[in-house]
């Protein structure tokens, strides 16, 4: 009987460690520079992989700068309406909810036709694997101000899906399979 236990068991668990590996990633707006003057936002999101459910961390300093979500119109006019959604606690978590393409600017002035401004284009895929930047420990924020009280949505078409599963570690997977079957047959 106990072997008979340990056997579904171990089925069970190699099971569980054959599925995929999913996760979202937090992405670090900017890497180290943050949200700020001077940072080329197109070269840094076209290192990075958005997927939904993935969250962008925007930091920056409160006193000098601010975050509004936005349409694509306000994003190429570098003028938000008072539709915009706007942050400006210095520490600011947006999840990627839906795919389509996001639009976030600097409403200081001058800012935004500085450059303080980003597009990301989110796949719809939620379980492939993400290129995260630098991890940050803020913990989520809510808008401090906001101007509206509907959030911003994605503009459409939505990206295509890229047919990508997830990722796990093999070595890992392979140590634990050898474990489970090792404790198995020692019933």
């Avoid at 068991?9 to 890497?31: C, E, K, M, R, Y």
């Avoid at 349409?71 to 706007?86: F, L, R, W």
């Avoid at 940050?136 to 509907?150: E, W």
């Amino acid at each position: 009987m106990a072997k008979a236990i340990a056997m579904v068991a171990s089925s069970l668990l190699i099971l569980l460690l054959a599925s995929p590996t999913v996760f979202a990633a937090d992405h670090v707006v900017g890497g180290s520079s943050g949200w700020s003057l001077g940072v080329d936002y197109k070269t840094w999101a076209s290192g990075e992989t958005f997927n939904v459910g993935d969250t962008l961390t925007f930091n920056y300093d409160s006193s000098t700068h601010q975050l509004d979500e936005v349409s694509k119109s306000e994003y190429d006019s570098c003028s938000p309406s008072s539709n915009a959604v706007n942050h400006n606690d210095g520490n600011t978590k947006i999840t990627l909810s839906k795919a389509g393409t996001y639009y976030f600017l600097c409403p200081s002035l001058g800012h935004c036709g500085g450059g303080m401004k980003l597009a990301v284009t989110v796949s719809g895929s939620s379980g492939s694997p993400s290129t995260p930047s630098t991890p940050s420990g803020g913990s989520p924020s809510t808008p401090s101000s906001p101007k509206s009280s509907t959030p911003a949505t994605p503009s459409s078409p939505a990206p295509k899906d890229n047919a990508a599963v997830g990722v796990s570690s093999g070595v890992t997977q392979l140590a634990l399979v050898a474990s489970a079957l090792v404790f198995g047959f020692m019933f």
